[in-house]
């Protein structure tokens, strides 16, 4: 019997009667140049429900298998005439931190779908904090800083775009324009830019944004609430004079929002967060005592 070639197999994935399975996608792993080219030219003749469908178990499987390599299929995908596609081929490239992903990602910012965008955005963001930590070298940082101020500052951008780059904004502590992006998305009238303002402040770690973290705090929304517990934790050790502030949070009937001051418990530590974790970490609450377990695991692991 004569074993079908790569390209036929392929073409099985689209042609099979039954839609393909997690077994039947790992045809599609750790593909060389030629490889893709021959999927490539496969794809292109697959229906949109069948490519929907592919794409959706690919993005799976690639965070639970890591050993299996599925970067070269999502590259070529970000040429989908979907926008879905493509969405969920920016998503499967998360541990993509080549500067090339990035310039691509860049390149998205202007994809005719808004959704594409503000996933574009997104995934910038990792690469705005590898330019914080240092690992970014001087020309990427400004192409990515550039790229990020005039998504921002684009007023004929969807909203979910802009705010997604004020997020990204919020690693450049240093630069002035950056921050003050940041400050004129708090003030803002959507309730979506503000909350994406103390996302940004939080990243940011600057002493400047704290009496407007604090504030937050207090909210009468729980998604400001839920980004300001968040936002203390950003700042380690330096947020402790927000404790009293933050304490209650573990409270909420907001399990989300319950976590989040958990997990910032756990950042900022100090005897007093440490005291109301192992409170928690005895809770009948399964979900918040398995939080303040994992945020003493964290205090501890920073002691060593």
């Keep these: 019997m004569i074993k079908p070639t790569f390209a036929e197999r392929v073409a099985q994935l689209e042609t099979s009667d039954k839609a393909p399975t997690r077994l039947d996608l790992k045809l599609l792993a750790n593909l060389g140049p030629e490889s893709v080219y021959i999927f490539w030219e496969q794809w292109r003749?697959?229906?949109?429900?069948?490519?929907?469908?592919?794409?959706?178990?690919?993005?799976?499987?690639?965070?639970?298998?890591?050993?299996?390599?599925?970067?070269?299929?999502?590259?070529?995908?970000?040429?989908?005439?979907?926008?879905?596609?493509?969405?969920?081929?920016?998503?499967?490239?998360?541990?993509?931190?080549?500067?090339?992903?990035?310039?691509?990602?860049i390149q998205m910012i202007h994809d005719p779908a808004g959704e594409v965008r503000a996933a574009a955005l997104l995934s910038l963001a990792r690469f705005a904090y590898r330019a914080e930590i240092g690992e970014l070298a001087a020309s990427a940082c400004e192409r990515l800083h550039a790229a990020l101020l005039a998504?921002?500052?684009?007023?004929?951008?969807?909203?979910?775009?802009?705010?997604?780059?004020?997020?990204?904004?919020?690693?450049?502590?240093?630069?002035?324009?950056?921050?003050?992006?940041?400050?004129?998305?708090?003030?803002?009238?959507?309730?979506?830019?503000?909350?994406?303002?103390?996302?940004?402040?939080?990243?940011?770690?600057?002493p400047t944004w704290m009496p407007y973290?604090?504030?937050?705090?207090?909210?009468?929304?729980?998604?400001?609430?839920?980004?300001?517990?968040?936002?203390?934790?950003?700042?380690?050790?330096?947020?402790?004079?927000?404790?009293?502030?933050?304490?209650?949070l573990v409270e909420e009937e907001d399990t989300e929002i319950a976590l989040a001051a958990i997990w910032a418990l756990g950042q900022v530590g100090g005897p007093d967060a440490r005291r109301i974790l192992q409170r928690l970490s005895r809770s009948r609450d399964e979900t918040r005592a398995q939080a303040a377990q994992d945020a003493l695991a964290e205090l501890d692991f920073d002691t060593l």
């Design 45 to 105: 003749t697959f229906s949109l429900e069948r490519r929907r469908h592919i794409m959706r178990l690919l993005a799976e499987m690639a965070e639970e298998q890591i050993q299996l390599d599925y970067r070269p299929v999502f590259r070529a995908c970000l040429a989908d005439q979907d926008p879905e596609i493509r969405v969920l081929a920016i998503e499967g490239l998360w541990e993509d931190d080549h500067e090339q992903m990035m310039d691509r990602l």
């Design 151 to 206: 998504a921002a500052n684009d007023e004929t951008q969807p909203l979910e775009v802009r705010r997604r780059a004020i997020e990204a904004l919020g690693y450049f502590a240093t630069s002035h324009a950056a921050q003050d992006a940041i400050g004129r998305a708090y003030h803002a009238e959507d309730i979506l830019m503000r909350e994406s303002a103390v996302l940004a402040m939080g990243r940011s770690m600057l």
């Design 213 to 248: 973290i604090k504030r937050e705090l207090q909210s009468p929304s729980p998604a400001l609430r839920y980004e300001a517990a968040r936002a203390v934790g950003e700042f380690g050790e330096d947020g402790r004079d927000l404790l009293p502030l933050l304490l209650p």
